[in-house]
């Protein structure tokens, strides 16, 4: 019967993290849409060509590489019951996903204080895009922070032992789909003017 048991419990993990791969492909094909409408849109008279990267975006480039640094080690020390060392990366991890949304924020105030608004007289179609852009991507790192959050409830409860650690490779994966995402808006709005 434990066979049958653990048979159930391998298809369970695996339907989980193929849910989350679907999620995630979704999400992807939504922001391909988005960048695809970005270059169609940019043949318009009233584009904007001399649109500059706030000089947060690039600060929180960084911090998204490293948070991934950091969720890695995360991961691994908890699969290796080293709790104190998991949870101070997992800590960490999610602190360098505040500093990003803060530094996105950041970015938002460069662009405004360039007299550029998402919507209205003083904004264009240019900066309509980056905003919208941005503000999924923050939709979804604040989705992969709330993960976090449950992460480091239940490691603090001790949740992931013997091998049990669905929970923390759940939301690794995600929290790097949305770290190389990032990077990937990033140099597209970097490359792609």
């Known amino acids: 019967m434990a066979y049958t048991d653990d048979t159930e419990k391998v298809k369970q993990n695996r339907a989980k993290k193929m849910m989350l791969w679907f999620a995630m492909i979704s999400m992807g094909m939504s922001f391909a849409g988005l960048t695809s409408a970005y270059i169609v849109s940019k043949s318009r008279p009233d584009w904007l060509t001399d649109f500059e990267i706030p000089h947060a975006f690039y600060f929180s480039l960084v911090v998204v590489l490293i948070s991934s640094i950091s969720m890695y080690l995360a991961k691994k020390n908890v699969k290796k019951e080293n709790q104190t060392a998991g949870m101070v990366f997992l800590i960490s991890t999610f602190l360098l996903g505040v500093l ?7 970015g938002f105030s460069e ?31 604040t989705g992969a922070l709330v993960a976090l959050l449950v992460v480091i409830y239940n490691h603090f409860k001790q949740k992931y032992k013997n091998g049990q650690t669905l ?27």
């Open 100 to 106: 990003f949304v803060i530094l996105q924020f950041n």
């Open 111 to 141: 662009i405004i204080a360039n007299g550029y608004f998402f919507t209205g007289s003083e904004s264009t179609i240019t900066t309509s895009f980056i905003y919208l852009v941005v503000l999924m991507h923050l939709a979804h790192i």
């Open 167 to 193: 929970g923390i490779e759940l939301a690794e994966t995600f929290w790097h789909f949305v770290d190389v995402l990032w990077v990937y808006l990033f140099l597209f709005l970097y490359f792609v003017r």
